[in-house]
């Protein structure tokens, strides 16, 4: 209660029927589809393929980085934007998605609110609340927000909630345990079989909460262990481990997640606990639901920063001939740093794995053509300060200065090439 408050715990039963059959339906569709994939991480300057498949939907033109590697999300049908998918029960599914979203970031909103409201009770009577009461159940069983998303908004404070809240992106994860040769054990409190080890989630708005459904597709043959000697969790059944960070003396949790269970990470739980994944014996989907940290992973910005860097080109008007508006040393530096952005931080990124969702959609294609042209440019660019620089009639100290740190972005940029070649 001291240690895991800031985990709410929703049962199935507390969920819409109507939104269970939408969501399980979209899993089960998209699995059907071969759209869930192993992603291939770096982990100390190695790759490894995750145990867990994957694909990411979200807002049109958001990315999501975990492990060195980004994904690019298949965008849920989204008003203004032109979105053709591969077959309409894709667009069904992904639809269905972005009702999950806006649900759960109504009833996480309620959940941070019910937690202040009773964090308020506690500071002036710690008699108010009952200690044997489970928190959890308590802000199930109460309201404290109209389900207009529209309203939920208006101090500073409540700002501040929705930005934590508004979730822009899910990440579905699918795995069969057994399928599987081999699986880690839990190290520290011997939980057994991990899907996804202990974690923190990365590349999240700072406080933001993390919103889970879990559908795992249990049937006769998989069924809860009533054995009264069992001891610890049942390996049948699938959990989500929880654990305080780099604290092993304070005992570990292990919650059941059963088929449409949700459960909520408030606040900061994502940054001072680590959480990890138990798996049972059946089929698992689950929708996590993040506020990715959008201040360098969106089109929108990307393309920004490319219009940047060619602010430091012009085109003579008589002879067409491109040439560099400035060589000063700043200059230089900011246009290769995106022109190494550009190259390794997304036309890489996606041409290594991004094009498998061409399975679902083929919405990246037009914006990845249009970084290659910028690209190109960039390259032009980085051609014109060669020869620059080559040029006698430059001040020494300003030629010096120029050279000292473009051959430092161009060593990381050769150094990077050959990486990726190998990859």
Not at 130 to 158: G, I
Not at 277 to 303: C, K, M, N, Q, W
Not at 329 to 358: D, M, S
């Amino acid at each position: 209660k001291t240690k895991y408050s800031k985990l709410i715990f929703r049962k199935s039963d507390t969920i819409p029927e109507e939104l269970h059959q939408m969501v399980q339906e979209s899993f089960l569709t998209l699995r059907e589809h071969n759209c869930f994939f192993q992603d291939l991480v770096r982990i100390k300057r190695k790759d490894f393929l995750t145990p867990v498949s994957r694909i990411l939907i979200g807002n049109p033109g958001c990315t999501y980085k975990y492990l060195n590697t980004r994904l690019f999300t298949v965008p849920w049908p989204t008003e203004s934007y032109d979105i053709k998918y591969c077959s309409p029960q894709i667009r069904d599914a992904c639809k269905a998605l972005m009702r999950l979203n806006d649900y759960l970031h109504i009833e996480t909103v309620k959940a941070l609110q019910g937690q202040n409201l009773f964090e308020n009770k506690e500071i002036k009577d710690p008699a108010v609340i009952d200690r044997k009461q489970n928190f959890a159940t308590s802000l199930m069983e109460q309201e404290f927000a109209s389900k207009d998303q529209n309203s939920l908004c208006v101090s500073e404070d409540d700002r501040s909630l929705k930005n934590r809240t508004s979730y822009n992106l899910t990440l579905l994860n699918y795995m069969d345990p057994l399928q599987m040769l081999y699986l880690k054990q839990e190290p520290y409190f011997g939980m057994g079989n991990m899907a996804v080890s202990w974690h923190h989630d990365e590349n999240l708005v700072e406080r933001s909460a993390v919103a889970v459904y879990s559908y795992s597709c249990e049937d006769s043959s998989v069924q809860e262990s009533n054995e009264q000697e069992l001891k610890g969790r049942d390996p049948a059944v699938w959990h989500v481990g929880l654990k305080v960070a780099w604290d092993i003396e304070t005992p570990g949790l292990a919650v059941p997640l059963h088929q449409g269970d949700i459960y909520l990470m408030l606040d900061d739980l994502n940054m001072t606990h680590q959480h990890c994944v138990l798996a049972g014996l059946s089929p698992r989907f689950s929708s996590t639901h993040r506020v990715a940290d959008s201040s360098r992973g969106t089109l929108e910005y990307i393309l920004g920063q490319c219009e940047l860097a060619l602010q430091n080109l012009q085109t003579d008007s008589d002879s067409m001939a491109l040439s560099l508006k400035s060589l000063e040393a700043a200059v230089v530096r900011q246009v290769e740093e995106i022109h190494n952005e550009v190259e390794f931080e997304w036309l890489r990124q996606f041409w290594f794995q991004g094009k498998r969702y061409l399975k679902c959609t083929d919405w990246w294609l037009k914006p990845m053509a249009k970084l290659e042209e910028f690209w190109r440019k960039l390259e032009i660019m980085t051609s014109l300060v060669l020869s620059e620089v080559r040029k006698e009639q430059q001040i020494e100290e300003q030629r010096n200065e120029t050279i000292n740190c473009f051959l430092l972005l161009l060593k990381e940029r050769q150094k990077l090439r050959k990486e990726w070649t190998a990859r």
